[in-house]
């Protein structure tokens, strides 16, 4: 019978010429990776324009002389290529961190089907991993899953071309332990889905994701149907497989997973609708100088006018191409702002640890997210010799810092850390007043007779003073007053490192202890654990359970560190007097603040005294 149809033998002619194409696809794709290895010798980029270039003019005009359209051979080549580019970035990226398995656990938002799931299920499918699956419900889940070693990696969307930034994952990225170690992009092409028997003249009710729903929301607004809300593009999907007169909104891809059919395509309200990944997983990874890389940091600069174009101004001066900036509110700081920024570096390359080293002069918080290959592969146009000069690589050679954050290696000149106008490491002598007494109370004397910083156990925030407090655990990390503007560490926890890596965390400033017969070397390490956490502002602390403030370690702490450091002068029963000619002693040699006590009353005003002699 089939051999009536005329159809047929052609048809069968194109299924063959398919295969064939398959195949020499495939083998492109192995010589491709051929290629990638001998660039690996030669240390060679992995894109190479001028050669692409080159290719497609040939294959432009190669196919006009077939009665092909110019258009059609370079559209198709693009992909070719792009295919091409990407596995030999994979192919370097697996060469230099090889430590992954054959198969990789995966949590994503949704179930089956979910644009999060096809967008991993492109990701690891290039690098030949194969997937085990874990939807889960929400976003908090997927970083929780992946920090607890239940997962591998973390696929989560972090943008999109038509609803803009996803703020959720931005807000959970703030408070992270894992990196950031890829990024991939897809292409979100929404339909509409009906279940097998459901009609669209029926349909009350359509179930989308909200972002799906701001995505369409042009579509949608002209149809008349309650719109609902789902949790991912899979629920939504399972909903409208088994309620009746509903629809969901959702991939092609994803319906046939759920058996719906597509009834219209390209819903979303811009033509070019595209989601970026990012892929978190709980080790950073290094990126080979052949492949082009992004280095995403997190950063809050100070809060003085002009503070961020600054930071700005370092990148620009370093030629460094910043590819997105985001801000979000920081939690528990109201008007307070935590920069997101890709900038298309290698973390490794000596621009970029330029950039890091100067950029850490002037926050008071930044950390690198994590620094990956980058997954946008724009097409070469023909003929067009600025491609030649690709500026997403920089080829520059890898320059690794060994020097810990706190040392005068990394930074010659002292750090300072500014709480409304008092500055530590600046030029005066900051005094910081203890007082067990009423915060109003304190606050009086403090504007009477002097001083800066008021370290208070209270939680009464109705003073005008920056206020300290002693921090001594998680918890009581977790539920500070969001007016506080020092934590200080004491002795006692300066070896409690999940304290100090949550201390790291905040855009407060910290001042650390040293611990109870501690070195040197150890409280200087203590202060690196928060400092690599992202938090540089951290000032240490000689306190006087030292019996006496050891002038021979605050010399050769000097030489050590740019953190300011303060001390508490002198035993508890040294006079006012002493304590503030220890200070005066202590400040000569690059002390840059003094804890003393404002409730003791050993002498009708001995803090009158202390500041009166301080300043004599
Ligand atoms: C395969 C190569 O690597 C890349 C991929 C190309 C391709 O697939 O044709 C061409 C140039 C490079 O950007 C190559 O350098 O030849």
Same mark, same amino acid.
């Given at each position: ?409 990394? =930074?010659?000149?002292? /750090?300072?850390?500014? !709480?409304? #106008?008092?500055?530590?490491?600046? @030029?005066? *002598?900051?005094?910081? %007043? &203890? ?33 300290? =407090?002693?921090?001594? /655990?998680?918890?009581? !990390?977790? #539920?500070?007053?969001?007016?506080? @503007?020092? *934590?200080?560490?004491? %002795? &006692? ?49 000689? @306190? ?56 003791? @009353? ?15």
């Amino acid at each position: 019978m089939q051999q009536d149809n005329p159809l047929e033998p052609i048809r069968q002619q194109i299924t063959a010429l398919d295969q064939q194409l398959l195949q020499l696809f495939a083998r492109r794709r192995e010589l491709s990776i051929e290629v990638a290895q001998t660039k690996a010798d030669a240390v060679s980029p992995v894109r190479d324009v001028d050669r692409e270039s080159a290719l497609l003019t040939r294959l432009v005009q190669q196919g006009r002389e077939l009665g092909l359209d110019g258009q059609y051979v370079s559209r198709l080549f693009h992909t070719i290529i792009e295919d091409s580019v990407l596995r030999q970035q994979a192919w370097f990226q697996e060469r230099i961190n090889p430590t992954h398995p054959e198969q990789v656990k995966v949590a994503y938002l949704g179930a089956k089907g979910s644009y999060s799931h096809i967008a991993a299920y492109h990701y690891f499918e290039r690098r030949d991993r194969k997937l085990v699956e874990m939807g889960l419900p929400n976003f908090d889940a997927i970083f929780t899953a992946v920090d607890e070693g239940q997962a591998d990696y973390g696929i989560l969307p972090v943008e999109n071309t038509s609803s803009g930034a996803i703020n959720e994952v931005f807000d959970l990225l703030q408070n992270t332990n894992l990196y950031i170690v890829g990024e991939t992009t897809e292409t979100i092409a929404h339909c509409l889905l009906l279940a097998d028997d459901a009609k669209r003249e029926q349909i009350t009710t359509v179930f989308a994701h909200p972002q799906v729903h701001a995505q369409c929301s042009g579509y949608l607004s002209k149809q008349g149907w309650d719109q609902q809300y789902c949790a991912s593009s899979a629920e939504a999907m399972t909903r409208a497989s088994s309620e009746p007169n509903t629809a969901a909104i959702g991939s092609a891809r994803g319906g046939s997973f759920y058996g719906l059919n597509v009834i219209e395509a390209n819903l979303a309200n811009q033509a070019r609708n595209e989601s970026r990944f990012i892929v978190v997983a709980r080790k950073s990874i290094s990126v080979p100088l052949q492949v082009p890389a992004k280095t995403t940091l997190l950063m809050a600069t100070s809060q003085q006018a002009g503070a961020l174009v600054d930071a700005l101004l370092i990148l620009k001066q370093l030629g460094l191409t910043m590819t997105k900036l985001e801000s979000r509110p920081i939690h528990g700081n109201p008007w307070e702002e935590m920069f997101y920024l890709d900038i298309a570096a290698n973390q490794e390359s000596q621009t970029m640890q330029d950039a890091l080293l100067q950029l850490r002069k002037i926050t008071r918080f930044i950390k690198v997210l994590g620094c990956y290959p980058s997954d946008t592969i724009l097409p070469t146009e023909l003929a067009a010799p600025a491609l030649a000069d690709d500026p997403r690589l920089t080829g520059t050679a890898a320059v690794q810092t060994s020097a810990p954050l706190y040392s005068r290696q990394l =930074k010659p000149e002292n /750090s300072q850390i500014n !709480l409304n #106008n008092c500055q530590f490491g600046g @030029q005066q *002598l900051q005094v910081i %007043a &203890a007082s067990n007494a009423a915060v109003t109370q304190a606050e009086v004397k403090i504007k009477e007779q002097g001083g800066h910083v008021l370290l208070t156990d209270s939680d009464d925030v109705a003073t005008t003073l920056p206020t300290a =407090k002693v921090i001594s /655990s998680e918890t009581q !990390l977790a #539920n500070i007053n969001s007016h506080l @503007q020092l *934590l200080l560490i004491e %002795a &006692a926890q300066m070896a409690n490192q999940q304290l100090l890596t949550q201390v790291g965390k905040q855009p407060r400033p910290v001042l650390l202890s040293r611990g109870y017969g501690a070195s040197l070397q150890q409280w200087l390490d203590a202060a690196e654990v928060i400092l690599q956490q992202g938090n540089q502002q951290v000032a240490l602390l000689a @306190q006087r359970h030292q019996d006496i403030v050891d002038f021979h370690d605050l010399a050769e702490l000097q030489q050590l560190t740019h953190l300011p450091i303060v001390i508490e002068p002198g035993r508890a029963d040294d006079s006012a007097t002493t304590q503030a000619n220890l200070a005066k002693a202590a400040a000569s040699i690059g002390v840059s603040g003094v804890l003393v006590s404002l409730s003791e @009353q050993r002498q009708p005003d001995d803090y009158a005294v202390f500041m009166k002699a301080l300043y004599a």
